[in-house]
């Protein structure tokens, strides 16, 4: 975390474009990210499995977060 922080204190722009690092995940054809994109998605990710242990409601009911949100909006209404 000490060295996310490090490099979010260097962006000044947040359009400026960030490497996407190598991982059998991302596309091939995917080379960089914009900062804010980064900074959007660790936040979600962090509030996400911050405060409760989420892998293993996920390992229990089967259902990821976005299912659960889905499922949510819908009997909201």
Same mark, same amino acid.
């Given at each position: 975390? +000490?060295? #996310? !922080?490090?490099?979010? /204190?260097? =962006? #000044? /722009?947040? !359009?400026?474009?960030?490497?996407?690092?190598?991982?059998?995940?991302?596309?091939? @054809?995917? *080379? !960089?990210?914009? $900062?804010?994109?980064?900074?959007?998605?660790?936040? &979600?990710? =962090?509030? %996400?499995?911050?405060?409760? $242990? /989420?892998? *293993? %409601?996920? #390992? *229990? @009911?089967?259902? %990821? +977060?976005?299912?659960?949100? @889905?499922? &949510?909006? $819908?009997? +909201?209404?």
């Amino acid at each position: 975390m +000490a060295l #996310t !922080s490090q490099n979010f /204190d260097k =962006v #000044t /722009d947040l !359009s400026t474009l960030v490497p996407v690092p190598e991982a059998p995940w991302f596309p091939a @054809d995917l *080379i !960089s990210w914009e $900062a804010r994109w980064c900074l959007a998605h660790i936040t &979600a990710e =962090v509030a %996400r499995h911050t405060g409760h $242990a /989420d892998i *293993i %409601r996920e #390992t *229990i @009911d089967g259902k %990821r +977060a976005y299912e659960l949100n @889905d499922l &949510a909006e $819908a009997q +909201a209404g």
